[in-house]
């Protein structure tokens, strides 16, 4: 089991590009979390979606930034139009459904550093 | 205030102590996760419990549910356990395991 996979590790873009942060959850895993660490600061949650459906993006902020977990593929979050500000490391974490024996429940991805110029 | 609350935020110790990490939290929760991170590095989950008391290695995490505080603690300490150690609180109800709300980390240096 490989365990969450993010990709990629690293990610420059120049101010107004998109940035496409991919995770793929580990195997049996059916829930997705996206969480931002801003430099100096705490990790925040930012979305929390299962296959084809977003259950909870409360901490996405308004414009620019999007996610989606299709049924086939990758968890992808998506921002459009980069500032400096989104300079961040981004984490994703799956889970599997509640009360699946035999499962710890969360486990992080090793994040995408993204970094804005 | 955070609804997750960590103490303290710097701890500095030598190689062979034991050492204390607090985590209080205000919200209503399914579960307590502790969390390690190293500089510039993922994050590891160490403990993810609802009550009671685990143990992995040298680690222990407790939680006590009435009071809302967690502790993990490090026996024997090892300039390798310098990391930062975050808590975080998995909102109640639903059906997964929730969304996390973090505490602010815990950063520590263990010197040989």
């Known amino acids: 089991n490989a365990g969450v996979m993010q990709n990629p590790r690293h990610l420059v873009r120049r101010r107004g590009q998109e940035a496409r942060l991919r995770c793929s959850p580990m195997?049996?895993?059916?829930?997705v979390y996206w969480y931002r660490q801003l430099p100096e600061e705490g990790l925040k949650f930012m979305v929390y979606?299962?296959?084809?459906?977003?259950?909870?993006e409360s901490g996405m902020p308004k414009e620019r930034f999007s996610a989606e977990f299709p049924k086939e593929g990758p968890s992808i979050l998506r921002i459009q139009q980069v500032v400096r500000g989104d300079s961040a490391a981004y984490f994703c974490?799956?889970?599997?459904?509640?009360?699946?024996?035999?499962?710890?429940?969360?486990?992080f991805g090793s994040g995408t550093r993204l970094t804005v110029v | 205030k955070n609804e997750v609350e960590q103490s303290p935020q710097n701890l500095t110790a030598q190689e062979g102590e034991f050492i204390t990490i607090n985590c209080s939290y205000s919200v209503g929760i399914s579960a307590l996760h502790w969390l390690q991170q190293h500089p510039g590095g993922g994050i590891v989950s160490l403990f993810m419990?609802?009550?009671g008391k685990k143990k992995h290695g040298r680690l222990i995490a407790t939680i006590n549910i009435q009071e809302k505080h967690s502790s993990l603690h490090i026996t024997a300490s090892h300039p390798r356990d310098s990391a930062v150690y975050i808590c975080a609180a998995a909102n109640a109800g639903g059906t997964s395991y929730g969304k996390l709300t973090f505490g602010q980390g815990t950063i520590l240096t263990v010197h040989p």
């Open positions: 195997k049996g895993h059916s829930h």
């Open positions: 419990l609802s009550s």
């Open positions: 979606l299962q296959k084809e459906n977003i259950i909870d």
């Open positions: 974490a799956s889970s599997p459904p509640p009360r699946t024996p035999g499962s710890y429940g969360y486990t």
